[in-house]
């Protein structure tokens, strides 16, 4: 399904990667800009970040209002996505879905980032036991898919949101893991850090302040890509009831009680389905826009 | 080549170990005691402790995980709480039209992934190259339950020409075969095209054009099997992905597999069955994984020899 699309087993990161220390973010928006897909993608991302931080002056109607005179529907000019199966605005739905479904996929990906590039910087700097170590368990997370993984860990937990941000940050760790211990493996040998180490800095000093700004391209392209990866997750796990619980609007919830109405009333189904692959697609048409700015010849 | 095999399957031994430790610990961390759960709200303390000692949740838990792995080697995935039955038998009832299901989406996935990609990379630039791309942008976008959904409504409802749900007949497999494979042939695609233009620029290749090789020979015999390597490994993962996926696509086409067990035992909180289920798939997967190890050990005789212990 929908789970890692990135390879991180086979990640290389190139040694030529431009290094982007002096106004990181004003370089990053200058390359981004002059690629056409990803200016797509940011502007799809831009456009549900802005709907969900407006949804309650943009909703026409309350998310969570019911009517019981106009169940089930079909699109028109009072409620242009149609009505659910109490009554409830589509539309209103959808933007207020858009909250949950950013959050899961944003607060997801950064507990993933949070000790995953803490993992594998430290992995790749230390190297010796500890790389061994972090490696291994890294390996045994890996061994499983990481859709199932994340289901395992909702399952114990309980359903909830909590537990699926917990979960989806939980299955995307190995990855940065990874691709940051990877990166850090292709600079530690470079002069600058021995000449800083020759110059006597301490190993904090030289991490923060040489190898994980560094290596920092390989792990913004990867968080864009699994914010995508992590968005499909949380659906579908909410679709199977074990995310996000009814009457709250997220997209998955949404498509799993529209599926009794299918006959009836398709929209309920089709709608947050589309919902879900616009965001979707918008952060891999950024992810993989950003890849091919900053750093082409990485494989992620 | 056994030697690489006799190291793969050793470096196997502590991966399987901690997938172990993994699926022990997820259920150490349900909440509550599982005798308790067992027995039911009106059982007495008595019958609560005589349930605990069968399971031996009443030892110390280095002494419970010992005899779990114990357990393990002899092929007991432990008892359905909510059956009565072995998890393995239960297990088993049901892999079997999972790994049709799978086997049939990695198809899907093989052939219209390296179609697109071929299709694609032959002519980079062209309008195909760009639907070929897109296509497999919103292939891995799509969320799959969705496009479950979608093809039901419009194969089972509007044309009825295929079952919406079921797994007895050769049919009730081609609506979910084909909704699992495509996001995994949306991956493969893209990977299919950027592998062959690696290659398509170089001497070799030019010589064959020179020669005046037919085009699909060209791209069978030299771009694609130079493209392997890489192609294997990512179908390799994606059976990992098509596992974990076939949780969603067997509840959407309501499939007797094993990933509707999963759910079911979930929703029932049948937890020893769902230890046992993820337990089972991680260990396919590692198998699958090494396998694949081993098929590119095969492909590349230069992945043997690398590794210094030939």
């Given at each position: 399904m929908s789970e890692p699309k990135a390879v991180p087993i086979s990640v290389q990161v190139s040694s030529e990667a431009a290094p982007l220390r002096s106004g990181l973010l004003r370089q990053i928006l200058k390359r981004v800009g002059s690629n056409k897909r990803s200016m797509i993608g940011l502007w799809i991302v831009t456009l549900f970040i802005l709907i969900a931080i407006l949804a309650p002056w943009i909703s026409?109607?309350?998310?969570l209002e019911q009517n019981m005179d106009k169940l089930l529907q079909s699109p028109s000019l009072s409620h242009p996505l149609g009505t659910d199966e109490y009554g409830r605005d589509m539309l209103s739905r959808i933007f207020y879905g858009s909250r949950i479904s950013l959050m899961v996929g944003i607060v997801g990906v950064v507990i993933s980032v949070v000790f995953g590039v803490a993992l594998g910087t430290i992995a790749g700097y230390f190297g010796g036991r500890i790389e061994a170590l972090i490696m291994r368990i890294t390996d045994i997370f890996m061994a499983f898919p990481g859709f199932l993984l994340a289901l395992a860990i909702v399952s114990v937990l309980g359903p909830g949101m909590m537990n699926l941000m917990i979960a989806i940050g939980i299955f995307s760790v190995p990855s940065f893991t990874w691709i940051s211990r990877s990166a850090v493996l292709s600079i530690k040998s470079k002069e600058y850090i021995e000449a800083s180490r020759s110059m006597g800095a301490k190993h904090s000093r030289i991490i923060f302040k040489h190898i994980i700004p560094n290596s920092i391209a390989p792990i913004i392209v990867l968080s864009t890509l699994r914010v995508a990866t992590a968005i499909l997750s949380a659906s579908g796990l909410s679709f199977l009831g074990m995310g996000a619980q009814p009457p709250s609007p997220e997209w998955g919830t949404m498509l799993s009680t529209g599926r009794e109405f299918l006959r009836a009333a398709p929209h309920i189904s089709i709608v947050p389905g589309v919902a879900i692959m616009l965001v979707v697609l918008g952060f891999n048409m950024l992810g993989d826009g950003l890849r091919d700015a900053l750093d082409p010849k990485m494989k992620v | 080549m056994f030697n690489y095999i006799l190291k793969r399957l050793l470096q196997m031994v502590p991966t399987l170990i901690g997938v172990s430790l993994l699926s022990f610990v997820i259920l150490q961390l349900?909440?509550?005691d599982p005798a308790e759960l067992i027995a039911?709200?009106?059982?007495?303390p008595e019958e609560v402790q005589i349930i605990r000692e069968r399971l031996g949740t009443d030892q110390p838990l280095y002494e419970q995980y010992v005899q779990y792995n114990l357990q393990l080697l002899k092929g007991d995935l432990g008892t359905s709480m909510?059956?009565?039955?072995p998890v393995l038998q239960e297990i088993l009832e049901r892999f079997p039209n999972t790994v049709i299901l799978t086997l049939l989406a990695t198809l899907v996935t093989v052939v219209i992934g390296l179609f697109t990609g071929v299709i694609a990379a032959t002519k980079p630039g062209s309008a195909r190259d760009h639907a070929s791309m897109a296509f497999s942008l919103f292939g891995i976008s799509m969320p799959v339950f969705w496009l479950g959904i979608i093809l039901i409504l419009v194969f089972a409802y509007y044309i009825p020409i295929l079952p919406s749900g079921g797994s007895s007949?050769?049919?009730?497999?081609i609506l979910p075969a084909l909704v699992l494979g495509i996001s995994s042939a949306a991956v493969l695609a893209r990977l299919t095209r950027s592998s062959i233009l690696e290659v398509i620029n170089q001497d070799y290749i030019r010589t064959a054009k020179a020669k005046g090789v037919r085009e699909w020979l060209i791209i069978y015999k030299h771009a694609l099997k130079n493209a392997f390597v890489p192609i294997i490994t990512v179908i390799g993962m994606e059976i990992g992905n098509l596992l974990g996926g076939a949780v969603l696509t067997e509840t959407v086409f309501s499939m007797n597999g094993l990933g509707r067990y999963i759910i079911q035992s979930i929703q029932f909180r049948d937890y020893s069955a769902v230890q046992g289920s993820i337990l089972f798939v991680a260990f396919i997967f590692v198998i699958i994984n090494l396998l694949v190890d081993l098929c590119y050990a095969a492909v590349d005789p230069r992945i043997r020899y690398d590794r210094k212990e030939a």
């Open positions: 026409p109607y309350d998310p | 349900v909440p509550g039911g709200m009106d059982a007495s909510r059956s009565d039955n007949e050769f049919k009730h497999f």
